[in-house]
């Protein structure tokens, strides 16, 4: 039977066990039974007529074959994803899911707000909202919009740009009382700064010159969680970036040194061009796209 077209399960399972790394934690994450699983991947093997995993008592180890055929079901998976999110609403009506990629902060405190409205217009439609730092590969139709601070160059892609929004340091009052207000950049190496553990690109291109004080090594805490970060301003633990319009919504939190520090970040919604020709996503990136750019300029 090699050769045979494989079943869509076989393959899901497959792409479990590479995730999961292990037939148990594949098993639970697919809510099947080890041995229910162990099956599938024989099975899968079987009809493709390669060996996938090296088995050993400490489980299984990919062979080369199944890294090289990883990204197919990927694309695949992303693919059957697509297709059901598509064939979800009835053409011409506002119906089926939307799901959305954005950074945590700007998925966390910012699109809630914009989506509550959005649904009291078009209830209907069912969002998915995925959180993460990392850029959703559009293109793979892994999701199907987002927001990025990144302009895309990709030519499938269907961008706007929805503003530029501000940056700048920001405290909570009560730690200012308790240590002071910095007058200027050298003082805040005398502060407790909040920063990133793993820098991304675009606050690299951010970083003013001369703001040498704030660096990595000069961290009193540092998290690549845009949410942990908030909270920790929130919380007074010590002097870090925030977008202005979010932190305008917070009265106290104090701008620092903003005469000195303003700092920019250009944002974009972007789709696949794919789907302009849905009715329920056009019309949620058409919302969003105007929401977007009135948080940008403040006017929330």
């Known amino acids: 039977m090699a050769n045979d077209d494989p079943d869509w399960n076989l393959q899901r399972s497959f792409l479990a066990v590479m995730h999961e790394g292990s037939l148990s934690a594949a098993a639970r994450a697919l809510g099947m039974t080890q041995p229910s699983l162990g099956r599938h991947i024989r099975a899968l093997e079987a009809r493709l007529g390669v060996s996938l995993f090296t088995r050993s008592p400490q489980g299984l180890t990919p062979t080369d074959m199944a890294h090289e055929l990883l990204p197919h079901a990927q694309a695949m998976a992303s693919a059957s994803a697509a297709m059901r999110r598509t064939a979800s609403a009835a053409p011409g009506e506002l119906r089926g899911t939307v799901r959305i990629s954005a950074s945590e902060v700007v998925g966390g405190e910012v699109l809630p707000a914009m989506l509550a409205d959005f649904r009291q217009r078009h209830p209907g ?72 553990d793993h820098e991304p690109p675009y606050a690299r291109a951010m970083r003013p010159a001369g703001l040498t004080a704030y660096t990595r090594e000069q961290f009193a805490l540092r998290t690549d969680s845009d949410l942990a970060a908030l909270a920790a301003l929130r919380a007074g633990f010590g002097i870090g970036f925030c977008q202005v319009p979010l932190a305008a919504r917070d009265r106290a939190l104090v701008a620092v040194l903003p005469a000195a520090i303003a700092l920019t970040l250009p944002t974009w919604l972007v789709m696949h061009e794919d789907l302009r020709r849905s009715q329920r996503h056009r019309a949620v990136f058409d919302f969003l796209a105007e929401a977007m750019a009135r948080y940008a300029t403040g006017n929330q």
Do not use: W
């Not at 793979?140 to 990709?154: H, Y």
């Not at 961008?159 to 405290?171: F, N």
């Not at 730690?175 to 190496?189: I, N, S």
């Open 125 to 196: 439609v069912v969002i998915e909202l995925v959180l993460s730092n990392a850029a959703a590969d559009l293109l793979r139709k892994d999701v199907d919009l987002a927001v990025r601070m990144v302009q895309p160059t990709q030519q499938a892609l269907v961008a706007r740009k929805v503003g530029t929004i501000g940056l700048g340091l920001y405290a909570h009052r009560r730690y200012l009382k308790a240590h002071g207000t910095p007058q200027r950049v050298e003082q805040l190496a005398e502060h407790a700064l909040i920063g990133f």
